[in-house]
């Protein structure tokens, strides 16, 4: 650990993407925007720019899945009070030969709208991704940079950009910052194998103009057989608990139409990121 280290949590949601919001679990299929009651929603529009994330990877073949990613911060106050930064939902799928499809919400005003959703699309055997654009019927072409295959039974699982991660700044670089990471006995999630690390920092007295100590914990379970971490949780007193959790794991395989831009999409060609609108507005 770098001396005089300033620990900031990031969750990126994936991201993955540019800009991540928070939502509710969302369908990919395309229907008319209504409201849980069927009603028609008050005319709302959002959307994000957006482009690829990440840019490049490596095909994990072998190990197909169908999962749902559950993230959130929570921070709890001295007095008691919680307050939620934000709780998302987001579908993940992956086939035998590596490809991945992510479906998020665009934001947290279209929870029950399955229109309102980003879809991206990493292809590492033809060497694109794709960003789907649900309301215009146009799927952004990128080329994907493969990094190469792993074989995830069995391989040493890596860390997903979707959990969260920890990033440093240096504040003070004379007060050096104390990390001890310990095994966790293997246990089973949602009927999964995972294996546990759980990494403690102590940030010393004076470090970021604390009077006392402060303890950064950091635990994560991942996946050999899915090259995935299924479990996350950061307890930062600074921020709060966050935590990015796997559920509702298949490992059959899912269908390869989910792997392919929609036959009645506009494929368009791109390099720079994308604006994606999504409008209740429309007819």
């Known amino acids: 650990m770098h001396p005089g280290i300033r620990t900031i949590l990031i969750l990126t949601i994936n991201l993955s993407f ?7 679990s969302v369908s990919p299929t395309a229907t008319a925007a209504t409201t849980n009651r069927g009603a028609p929603r008050p005319g709302v529009t959002c959307g994000m720019t957006v482009r690829p994330m990440p840019s490049a990877m490596a095909a994990v073949r072998g190990a197909p899945y169908s999962l749902v990613r559950e993230s959130s911060q929570i921070q709890t106050l001295a007095d008691g009070t919680h307050i939620t930064y934000f709780a998302n939902s ?24 399955p229109n309102g959703v980003l879809i991206q699309i990493h292809d590492p055997v033809s060497g ?10 146009v799927a952004y072409k990128y080329a994907l940079r493969v990094l190469g295959a792993l074989s995830a039974s069995g391989s040493a699982a890596t860390a997903s950009p979707a959990l969260p991660q920890v990033r440093t700044e240096h504040p003070d670089s004379s007060i050096p910052s104390k990390e001890t990471a310990e095994p966790l006995p293997s246990k089973t999630v949602d009927g999964v194998t995972v294996d546990g690390t759980r990494t403690t920092t102590v ?28 479990f996350a949780k950061v307890s930062d007193p600074r921020s709060g608990e966050s935590t990015s959790r ?29 604006a994606i609108i999504y409008s209740t507005n429309r007819n």
């Open 203 to 230: 940030i010393p007295e004076g470090a970021e103009g604390n009077d006392r100590p402060i303890t950064v914990v950091r635990e994560i379970w991942l996946s050999p057989y899915l090259n995935l971490p299924l």
């Open 18 to 24: 540019a800009i991540a919001v928070a939502a509710q």
């Open 128 to 137: 694109f991704a794709y960003i789907l654009d649900l309301q215009n019927h």
């Open 90 to 113: 987001e579908k993940r799928f992956r086939d035998s030969q590596g490809r991945t499809r992510t479906e998020a919400p665009l934001c947290p005003k279209m929870a029950d709208d």
């Open 246 to 274: 796997i559920t509702n794991v298949d490992t059959s395989e899912p269908s390869p139409l989910l792997f392919q831009p929609p036959v009645d999409y506009k494929v368009v060609d791109a390099t720079e990121a994308v």
